[in-house]
């Protein structure tokens, strides 16, 4: 069966097509600019050229009309009619506490989605309307959600819970959720499957470093505690967001900058991370192009980056009472050299040792630890959009 995934943005949609059986990717692309004048698509299909066409997009039910005519082009498509494809699988950001599995998008479910839009404004919304679009379009195609809170479900109460009145809590559902769930469960899954041991016997710490980072502590097959909050802005130093800060700061830079509340919450997603503290780029190619020529603020925007993962590392091989694999996943975890050499630095007292050697490698499943190191460092690409394919698939067949 061919399975869509679609992974919509405000004014951006990706999509891959996936044969469920070879797991391949027949066709991939994005729309960009959707609502904005000069929106285009760039498009490719297995083994055919990939086109770039600038074409008026107004909206995303265009948009998914578009990308369903590329996929259907004689040239430079991969299929010949809508009946190819079996389902359509849609990444959604924020399930709230109603969604741990994939789900069938029924109305009531749309519904229940809808009212998680408060807890991700910025994605929620946007994610809606892609559905809606595919709905519109191909109303006999079964869409399925997938969400990247739900892998957290199992967080236990003392992992979610904030040290604030239990009432916002109970009035606002206000909770560490964790995100980047489809990536912390495949890269898991992966972890115990090179090393040929059963997922539900082990203890496993998943470092999914991109533009937005996460720590999961994934323990006997189930997470049960990750870095991030309520909101991704919680945890780790990323590409523009701060991470953990102390909240007292909020008050106190808005005090002296004359910012409101609205433009601090800005500030601290946009405009810190990596990028504000080296004043240069959110994009750690660059930053590794400053530490190469001996920028102090890149040198310390880096080495404070990974001494953030160090720490999360720590703190859930004590909450796990041990650790078997530290795995690093994501563009900078899979491609960054030094983050993984900076970090395992910091490991030693759980036995986890880096063979420099061996860690010489870019976005391929290898363990770079010693042979003697206790625990095992890995690097496991992740791919979000085989895993929410398998999910489809298991969800339909059910
Ligand atoms: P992601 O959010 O997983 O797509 O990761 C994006 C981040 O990964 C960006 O900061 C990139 O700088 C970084 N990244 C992607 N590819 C590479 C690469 N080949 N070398 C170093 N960093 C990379």
């Not at 009472?321 to 960054?336: K, L």
């Not at 880096?354 to 003697?372: A, P, Y």
């Amino acid at each position: 069966m061919n399975i869509l995934i679609i992974n919509c943005g405000s004014s951006s949609l990706k999509y891959q097509l996936i044969d469920s059986k070879t797991e391949q990717v027949l066709a991939k692309g994005i729309c960009e600019r959707i609502g904005i004048p000069e929106s285009k698509i760039a498009h490719q299909s297995m083994g055919k050229e990939k086109i770039t066409e600038q074409i008026d997009m107004p909206t995303h039910t265009k948009a998914v009309a578009l990308l369903l005519e590329k996929l259907m082009d004689p040239t430079y498509g991969i299929i010949q009619s809508l009946d190819e494809i079996g389902a359509v699988g849609h990444r959604i950001v924020h399930g709230g506490e109603k969604f741990s599995q994939a789900t069938l998008l029924t109305d009531e479910v749309m519904d229940a989605i809808e009212e998680c839009n408060e807890l991700a404004p910025l994605h929620n919304p946007a994610n809606l309307i892609g559905i809606n679009s595919c709905k519109e379009i191909m109303p006999n195609v079964p869409m399925v959600g997938v969400f990247d809170t739900a892998f957290h479900q199992t967080m236990p109460k003392k992992a979610y819970l904030y040290g604030i009145p239990y009432e916002y809590y109970e009035k606002y559902k206000v909770r560490r959720y964790g995100f980047h769930g489809t990536s912390h469960d495949y890269v898991s899954q992966r972890t115990a499957e090179i090393l040929g041991k059963k997922r539900e016997d082990m203890k496993i710490i998943v470092c999914h470093l991109g533009n937005g980072a996460s720590v999961t502590a994934v323990k006997n097959g189930i997470s049960v505690d990750t870095s991030m909050g309520m909101t991704p802005l919680e945890g780790l130093i990323m590409g523009t967001r701060s991470g953990d800060i102390d909240p007292a700061i909020i008050q106190f830079v808005g005090d002296k900058e004359n910012l409101s509340l609205l433009e601090m919450n800005e500030i601290l997603n946009k405009q810190s991370g990596v990028y504000g503290m080296s004043k240069l780029s959110s994009d750690f190619r660059d930053i590794e192009d400053g530490v190469a020529a001996g920028n102090e603020l890149a040198i310390t925007a880096l080495e404070t980056f990974s001494y953030r993962v160090a720490k999360y590392v720590g703190a859930y091989a004590a909450a796990m009472n041990g650790v078997d694999a530290v795995v690093f996943t994501a563009g900078v975890g899979e491609n960054t050299e030094d983050v993984r050499v900076q970090v395992v630095e910091y490991l030693g007292y759980l036995g986890a040792y880096l063979d420099k050697e061996k860690n010489h490698v870019r976005g391929i499943e290898t363990i770079i630890s010693t042979d003697d190191s206790k625990v095992k460092v890995m690097i496991v690409p992740t791919n979000e959009e085989l895993a929410i394919a398998r999910e489809v698939v298991k969800l339909i067949q059910k």
